[in-house]
């Protein structure tokens, strides 16, 4: 599978490890021991730059670490990003995916795990089963595009990462209809069994970019003993 793959991962054996079975594999590898190593990677100009489809991030890094780095790399960057860390409490793992990781695998793991896990992501990203050639959705300032998996509110571009948009692909091809929390994670995560909580993590970080008040919200409401509901043209507010 031809890929492109950032780790940030500053145990060097692990790393070199990683990036040993992904090329095996076909994908090209960058490796890099720190966030801010990352971040001046994928910012650099030129035949230094680097522009991956997916990332591979350690959580316990020198410096900068994982979470703070999704934070500013989620602030442009939309490729999936799945966090491997020794840190398996669900208050890590809860955060991981509220900062905008897609996938959270935790240490010791198997290096062809990984790497089915990495190629799953891959085949979900690109053959999304939402996406409509030419459809866009519009709802109040938005616009959808689910050819070119891109939200834009007027003229600007939001930055979703890859599970975000799934999500809200997901509900604006089905506005109007109350959805399960079984119902998303199935239709996104690609499983029936999992843990639905990551469903309402990705609720509010939607309703955070797209509401005017999250606590409030117009487009993602909340229906009671059934699920989420996406509006197009919700009521004005009051």
């Not at 670490?65 to 442009?76: A, I, N, Q, V």
């Not at 955060?95 to 990781?101: D, E, M, R, T, V």
């Not at 089915?116 to 459809?135: F, I, K, N, S, Y």
């Not at 506005?175 to 998303?184: D, R, S, V």
Request: some cysteine; hydrophobic content about 40%.
């Amino acid at each position: 599978m031809k890929a492109r793959v950032l780790i940030i991962e500053d145990v060097a054996e692990l790393s070199d490890l990683v990036a040993l079975y992904l090329s095996k594999e076909g994908m090209e590898t960058r490796q890099a021991e720190s966030g801010e190593d990352a971040l001046a990677l994928l910012r650099a100009e030129g035949a230094g730059a680097f522009a991956p489809d997916i990332v591979i991030l350690d959580i316990n890094l020198p410096g900068m670490d994982g979470f703070e780095f999704l934070h500013e790399f989620r602030k442009s960057g939309g490729c999936p990003v799945l966090i491997v860390s020794a840190r398996d409490a669900d208050e890590d793992i809860i955060a991981g995916l509220g900062y905008g990781a897609d996938e959270f695998v935790t240490k010791p793991f198997s290096p062809r795990v990984l790497v089915a896990r990495v190629r799953a992501m891959l085949r979900r990203v690109q053959d999304e089963p939402e996406r409509r050639d030419g459809a866009v959705v519009r709802f109040g300032p938005f616009s959808l595009d689910l050819e070119a998996c891109m939200l834009r509110r007027g003229d600007e571009r939001v930055a979703l990462s890859a599970k975000e948009y799934s999500v809200l692909s997901y509900l604006a091809s089905n506005p109007g209809k109350p959805l399960g929390p079984e119902a998303i994670y199935a239709a996104v995560w690609k499983n029936s069994y999992g843990d639905l909580t990551a469903v309402a993590v990705y609720i509010q970080r939607l309703r955070k970019k797209i509401e005017d008040d999250p606590a409030a919200p117009r487009y993602i409401e909340t229906v009671y003993g059934m699920g989420y509901r996406f509006t197009l043209d919700p009521e004005p507010a009051r």
